[in-house]
Each structure stands twice: as structure tokens, then as C-alpha cells.
């Protein structure tokens, strides 16, 4: 059936422009109930009855109708409706309209010939132009749907973990959060339904969600390390696999630990005496604790290598490397206070003579 462009099919309905297909097969079906030949025994209901089924069969038919709206021009969304029970009315205004045309171009044909040949070309270009419009119209839609329709990757996600010292030296596993961007469940994507926006998404096709995701921390890995989960970002779309997920490794730094590769760097406070007499002190560790010799005199800032005590990775041991510092109690008890006064009478070294002299 081809589109006649002379009949508002929307009137004919009693439809606005911007109709859904459930409203123009509901409207179609009122009418036809009321104007069929079988119940309607009126002279004119077998042609109303023609009238409603074309207008149905052209606007409910999406390329028929998208063609039937250019030829047309209702490009913008015309609120304008007519009630279903003037459809009888509507006809007779279109037979009317038919009759007057026939009066009026019979009476144009025979006073204006002259007229009307120059007007034809402006109509042919007018004709051309309208043909143009729908095709290039029709082209974009068609390449726009194209690509809404092709499969897509999900969205790539990245975010900071920080960690502590142990889980460096020991390894571990966290459960983080993550926010994600997944299909709508309610329209799947395509943001509307019955004509309307979606109110799950609000129109958008797409939904945020945290997603709860174990993550394991290896041992020994380093500052700035970017771990990858696959699959585990945003959701594909139209059959597309989902995005990656990329957690960037941060180390807590206010801490007397670091590290360099295999190697452990461990700042250990002694006291005063401990480092004038020399001691055995112990020194706790995620594994236990560890015992080192200071010898006597030892200095603040001194360092100490522990072999085999430090990440053990791909059958490597690196080493615990430890510089202590003299750190002295800031609760003194009388008899302490009394010690360092009888030690300040005993010693004779300035501490201080050579500073000057000192490049």
C-alpha cells in the first residue's frame, strides 16, 4: 500500500503526532469496533471502515510511518489529537476538501493554465526536496541504530587500595567496593518504555551499582602496582564483554618500614644505655621476633644487615636491613634524673668542641 500524503492519518485515528504503537493499535481498534460494515450498516461506514484501516496499517508501520511524517512535515512533536468519535466527521470533512479541490482545480485549469505552468516546477523541486529530506533522514537513523546496536565493551574502572607493611611482607586479601555501570534490567538499555522514560534509570539505559569484589594481594609487591581483574568493570552492552577493573596499589607511609625491592628497611629505637653498653635487644616481626647483637658505642643511625630475613619471592629471600636511633624516655623517674647528673659530673668529652672545625 502506498502512503497518501493528502489524508491526516492522525486525524483520522484521533491520535497526536507523537503516538506510541499500543495508542494508534488501541485507537484503530475502538473505531473499527465501532465503523466495521458488519455492525455499522450506515451508507459511509464501508468507507470510514478504509479510512481507519489505511491510516492503521501507515502509522503503524514504522518505515511507512516515518515516511508518511516527512512527505507530511511533522518533523516536531505536534500535541494536536482528535477524539475517535469525530473519525465519521473527519471523513466528511476529507470528502468535502476532495470535492472542492476537484471544483477548484477544474476552474484553475480552465481560466490559469499560465499559472499553473510556472508553479509546477516550484512543486517538482518541492517534491525533490521532500524526497531528499526522507532519505537522508532515513540514512542517519539507520546508522545511528547501527551503532547502538553493535556490541560494546564495558567501561574500564580504576582504583586506589592502600595497603600496610604486613601485607606487603605476607600478603593478603581485600574486599573492596566498586562502583559500576550496568544495563538497565527495566528497559535493557533502550531508555524508554510505552513511550515514556524509563523511571528505573530516568532515562539514561543505565543504572549504577557497587559491586563487592575479593581482590589478592601478593607478596612482596611494590608502590604503584597496577593489579588487573578482568571482566570485572562496567557491563558490556548489546552482547559486548564486560570492561576491566585496575586496582592501583598504594603503601601506608607512616611507618618505620619501607622497602627496596626484596629487601626489608626497618627504623628500630635503643636507649641510651643499650647503645653505650651494647645489648642483645629483640625485634618484633610479622614472622615473630629476631635478636641483634648491638656492640658497645653504638651510634644513632647505624646500620644493620640481617640476611635471609626479608620478602621471600620466586624462591628469592632479600634481607632486613635495620638502622637504630637513639631515643631517650621522656618519663624519667628521681633515680634516673640522679644517674644522669653523677654520669654529667664524670664525663669530660665536649661533644661540641670540633664543630667549627668541621667541613
Known sequence: MSVNATKNYYEILGVSTDATAAEIKSAYRKLARKY?????????????????TEAYETLYDTQKREQYNILKGFFKNEKTTTSPKTAEENYKNTQAKSQNYSQSSTQQNSNNTKTNQTKEPKKNRNSIFKIFKYWSAKFKKNKRAKENTKPQKGETIT?????????????????????????????????????????????SGEISKRKKITVTIPKGIKEGTKLRLKNEGGSGKNGGPNGDLYIIIK????????????????????????????EEIKIP????????????????????????????????????????????????????????????????DDMRKNLMNEN
Do not use: M, W
Not at 466495521?36 to 481507519?52: G, L, T, V
Not at 656492640?295 to 644487615?305: I, L
Not at 619471592?313 to 628521681?334: P, Q, R, Y
Open 36 to 52: 466495521h460494515p458488519d455492525i455499522n450498516k450506515s451508507p459511509e461506514a464501508i468507507n470510514i471502515f478504509k479510512d481507519i
Open 159 to 203: 582504583t586506589d587500595v592502600t595497603i600496610t607493611p604486613e601485607e606487603v611482607i605476607t600478603g593478603s586479601k581485600r574486599i573492596i567496593h566498586v562502583l559500576t555501570t550496568q544495563t538497565c534490567p527495566t528497559c535493557h538499555g533502550h531508555r524508554f518504555i510505552n513511550g515514556g522514560k524509563c523511571s528505573h534509570c530516568n532515562g
Open 251 to 278: 603503601i601506608e607511609t607512616k611507618t618505620k618500614i619501607n622497602f627496596d625491592k626484596l629487601n626489608i628497611y626497618y627504623n628500630v629505637p635503643i636507649s641510651p644505655v643499650e647503645a653505650a653498653l651494647g
Open 285 to 348: 616481626t610479622f614472622d615473630g621476633t629476631i635478636k641483634l647483637k648491638l656492640p658497645p658505642n653504638t651510634s644513632s643511625g647505624q646500620k644493620f644487615r640481617i640476611a635471609k630475613q626479608g620478602i621471600k619471592k620466586n624462591g628469592k629471600i632479600g634481607d632486613l636491613i635495620i638502622t637504630v636511633s637513639i631515643e631517650f624516655s621522656h618519663d624519667l623517674s628521681e633515680d634516673e634524673i640522679k644517674l644522669y647528673k653523677k654520669l654529667k659530673n664524670l664525663s669530660t
